[in-house]
């Protein structure tokens, strides 16, 4: 008896269908297709991250930070940012602290907060329609979902997080793009040396919004936008974000605009790299981070580092 | 169509276009040229039409690998078919519109891979666009998304002049015809 064989046509006919079918089934059906991408980016790697090197080298994303100084005043630069930042912290944690002590006297039960591990990872390659850059370090290096991303050229300066992960590689969602999510991220905007904790409790707050074109935008009322300048750096301070990425640096106010309501200022903040372009990050890989950006019922951070 | 060396273009163009794209984004807007479709409009050009549309769907498949989609959830994930099925279309128009033009003028490959690119694009779009309705595809106003698309496209038409005398070279591996002869003219010769 002769074997029935598809002719090619009909077997591209039936890949077209087949197709069309899995690009409109929704994501509930589909969502074990991430799980390809790892190993596809572990296949493409070898040829993309030296591409990404040779790229990083021609259009560096530290360029507009790096170079405008020479060397000895960017690593003074570099350790004021991560002092200011750590003292930054310091004074969240102490104020957490004394709600953690209030709660302990209502007889809630202590939780001891994660440790802090991290991680160094390598640029291999952008993926521009999604606003990500792919780093080669995965699931195996301990990377999970909501982990956060600060540049090695700037440990204190906040590229994204994490959002897709792979056996060797994850995606890290940059900040500047529009889709990130949540798309509103409060900051604490701190003048050059306010170093008082009453003064920092009074500095403006302002929630940012990614505005696409790599910077972020914000509205203050004018009395607070009288205490902005330009050049002031705005820190993450959200607890819808991971504790390992409050009180990084967001980047600094490029310009406070008009806006229509005569009452509110728009504020613009750049950051200090061009974060698609960054040559290497450093995951900050903490276990209350995994699971959300969505801190807790009373709004507090999620854990802290 | 020697399979192999199609394997091995694919992996660099795939590799360009993970690693060197974003050296050519304009600006922080998604405007960067892709290497991907250059390749599909190549082979769509000058191999076989029996070969063309199975490896517009492979290309298009990887594509769908490598651009995942941001979720309103936070994640992105992979969504397989625009890519695949815009890339068909490029290639199926490509194998239309070949018998019209001349080949080798460099112009040509730069202005079919624009149209190529732009139709993907649209498709692509399309389909997001459709998803979005009902699942959480998180996608910029249409007409920011149309805008960069068109742009990449037009991107992509001219880098494609740089790229065609390299894919020329290596085009005797990949087995395309050296000549077109007259009784294979037709579009889907």
Partial sequence: ?305 | MNWLVFAILSWVALGLEQGFRPALQVGSVNIAPSFVLILLVFISLWVRASSVIPAALILGACLDMLNKVPTETGESVVILGPWALGGALGAFLILNLRAMVFRRNPLTLAVLCFIAAFAAQVVVLAILMFRASYDSVSLQPAATELTQRLLTALYTGLVSILIGPLLQMAAPWIGVRKRTHVASVGPYA
Avoid at chain 1, 12 to 39: D, E, K, N, Q, Y
Wanted: a neutral charge.
């Fill in chain 1, 1 to 305: 008896m002769a074997r029935r064989t598809l002719s090619p046509r009909a077997m591209m006919w039936i890949a077209c269908v087949a197709l069309i079918g899995a690009a409109l089934i929704p994501m509930r059906f589909t969502w074990w297709l991430s799980w390809l991408h790892g190993p596809f980016q572990t296949v493409i790697a070898p040829i993309s991250a030296p591409l990404a090197k040779v790229a990083s080298w021609l259009r560096p994303g530290e360029g507009n930070r790096a170079g405008a100084d020479d060397p000895a005043v960017e690593e003074l630069r570099r350790q004021v940012e991560f002092y200011r930042s750590e003292y930054l912290l310091a004074e969240q944690r102490m104020e957490q602290m004394a709600r953690v002590i209030e709660a302990l006297q209502d007889g809630v039960p202590f939780a001891q907060g994660a440790r802090l591990r991290r991680v160094e990872g390598t640029r291999i390659g952008s993926d521009l329609s999604a606003g990500t850059i792919e780093i080669n370090r995965g699931r195996t290096h301990g990377v999970t979902l909501n982990t956060v991303a600060v540049a090695v050229a700037a440990p204190q300066h906040l590229v994204g997080i994490v959002t897709n992960i792979g056996p060797m590689t994850s995606s890290v969602h940059v900040l500047t793009d529009s889709r990130i999510i949540p798309s509103l991220i409060e900051a604490l905007i701190v003048r050059e040396g306010v170093t008082t904790p009453g003064e920092i409790a009074r500095s403006p707050r302002c929630q940012f919004r990614p505005v696409g074109d790599g910077t972020l935008a914000g509205t203050l009322g004018i009395d607070e936008a009288a205490r902005v300048q330009s050049g002031d750096a705005a820190f993450l301070d959200d607890p819808y974000w991971p504790g390992s990425a409050q009180r990084l640096v967001m980047g600094r106010v490029v310009r406070i605009e008009d806006t229509d309501k005569p009452l509110f200022r728009r504020v613009v903040i750049r950051p200090d790299l061009d974060l698609a372009r960054v040559r290497a990050v450093v995951l900050r890989i903490s276990a209350d981070d995994d699971g959300a950006r969505t801190g807790d019922s009373a709004g507090n951070p999620g854990g802290q580092p």
